[in-house]
């Protein structure tokens, strides 16, 4: 028999004529056990199961909203994040399509939601839950996620906004200009070229990193919008995709996952783009989840918690804090029956730092993008314009309203030319702007769109003189 400080190596157990020493003993199992996490679980039951959730007993006195738990069944180990908790029970909503739970499965918490992202995201595409989707190797942590998703800047300890960029879109760099930092929506009926637009402004060269949020969305267009029209800015793009078949839970926590993701690269110092498309499709999982849970609804079937959930995830794109990047924020707001007085509408609206409105009856007249310059409003354009420039653009939209007012008028045949010197103007030009205007993803973006403008009126003027 050996000595009792013998040499055991850590994790094997000790010959059968050696006993094991005190030390190597702790030393196994310390190495079997260095994850606390599979030493020890809160756990419970499920009770109850219901189409979109499923209650379980035993966890009600550790969980916490928002929790992450463990469902293990004969169908396998599925995920669910805690959403209600009661006395005596919690509700879980599960993250796959069909939860496959059966009365007393067991359930283990798992704590918070974390994501941890990587400068070597940029270039993948993930879900939801930060897990590859893509095909490619698995990602690399970074170690410091943030658990509860708090990362939003005091008010008085953001940057001020004042530094324009060029997004190469000459309707949105005229009339809404956009500066780093801001949140502009796109406010669009279905059908109406919303997310191609989305695509063009992703194309921006002026930030570091782009992270896209595709909430919703046909799972056949995923790829073409990534491949085709993101294209080569995929380089340095984070996308997180939820398509329109996954359960609400997904829809509902992948705009966080990409806000997390856009805070990171932030608070490396970077000008980050995000694009989140759409923002009506993540409050439509929200009140689904909500619903589920009991929770009564208050305007137009939309629970209270959406209109809080909203300004919660949106507040915190934004600039940093002095020191740190900023996150430019473009999100699209689907209008349900192109009605612009929708609560989600309205809310966002209320929220964000300037709309885009396309107009589907732009759309049909073929000019893309079908932006409707008398009702977008940018808050921030006296940032980016010169006077001259903001002489001008007021200017053009006295002149847009002059002709967008009378043109029932001239399709009757009452108008007559010389009767109205500035009529006639707009008459003359209005037409030679909405030309200038026009542009679709596959023409080049515009470095100067105010000498674009001047160059196709003098260019037309001269061709009719």
Not at 57 to 85: K, N, W
Not at 319 to 342: R, W
Not at 381 to 391: N, T
Request: glycine letters at 10%; a negative charge; aromatic letters at 4%.
């Amino acid at each position: 028999m050996g000595p009792a400080n013998s040499p055991v190596r850590a994790g094997e157990p000790p010959s059968a004529d050696e006993p094991e020493g005190s030390l190597a003993t702790l030393e196994r199992l310390w190495t079997r056990f260095r994850d606390d996490t599979t030493l020890l679980r809160h756990g419970g039951r499920i009770a109850e199961v219901s189409a979109t959730h499923y209650k379980v007993s035993g966890l009600s006195q550790v969980a916490r909203l928002g929790d992450i738990v463990e469902h293990r069944s004969h169908a396998g180990t599925r995920s669910g994040e805690i959403v209600q908790i009661a006395r005596d029970e919690v509700v879980v909503a599960p993250f796959e399509r069909s939860a496959d739970a059966g009365i007393g499965d067991a359930v283990f918490r798992r704590g918070p939601f974390t994501v941890e992202p990587h400068a070597s995201w940029r270039g993948r595409v993930i879900d939801a839950l930060a897990r590859p989707i893509d095909g490619g190797p698995p990602l690399v942590r970074s170690g410091t996620g943030d658990g509860d998703g708090s990362a939003t800047p005091g008010a008085l300890a953001r940057q001020r906004v004042g530094t324009a960029f060029s997004t190469g879109v000459r309707v949105i760099d005229i009339f809404t200009p956009l500066c780093f930092g801001q949140r502009l929506g796109v406010f669009a009926g279905s059908g109406v070229g919303k997310s191609t637009l989305l695509a063009m402004l992703a194309g921006a060269d002026a930030f570091d990193t782009v992270v896209v949020a595709l909430i919703g969305e046909r799972g056949r267009e995923v790829r073409e919008f990534l491949e085709d029209t993101i294209g080569q800015s995929m380089a340095k793009t984070v996308a997180v995709v939820a398509t329109s078949d996954e359960s609400a839970m997904m829809r509902r926590r992948a705009p966080d996952t990409a806000m997390r993701v856009a805070e990171h690269f932030r608070d490396q110092g970077q000008r980050v783009l995000l694009v989140l498309d759409s923002i009506t499709r993540f409050a439509h999982a929200l009140r689904e989840v909500a619903t589920g849970t009991g929770e009564p609804p208050v305007a137009r079937g939309y629970p209270a918690s959406v209109f809080t959930d909203l300004p919660k995830l949106l507040e915190r794109a934004g600039p940093g804090a002095e020191g740190k990047g900023s996150i430019t924020a473009i999100i699209s707001v689907l209008i349900d029956g192109d009605d612009h007085n929708d609560p989600v509408a309205d809310c966002v609206r209320g929220i964000l730092d300037g709309h885009v409105v396309l107009d589907r009856g732009i759309a049909e007249q073929g000019r893309y993008p079908p932006v409707n310059p008398l009702s977008s409003i940018s808050r921030l354009a006296g940032k980016a314009w010169s006077p001259e420039q903001r002489v001008l653009v007021t200017r053009l939209k006295s002149m847009i309203s002059r002709f967008e007012d009378t043109r029932d008028i001239r399709l009757l045949g009452a108008y007559q030319g010389g009767a109205d010197a500035e009529l006639d103007l707009a008459v003359r030009q209005v037409p030679l702007i909405y030309e200038a205007l026009t542009q679709s993803p596959k023409d080049p973006p515009s470095a100067d769109p105010f000498a674009d403008l001047a160059h196709h009126l003098r260019g037309n003027q001269n061709a009719g003189s």
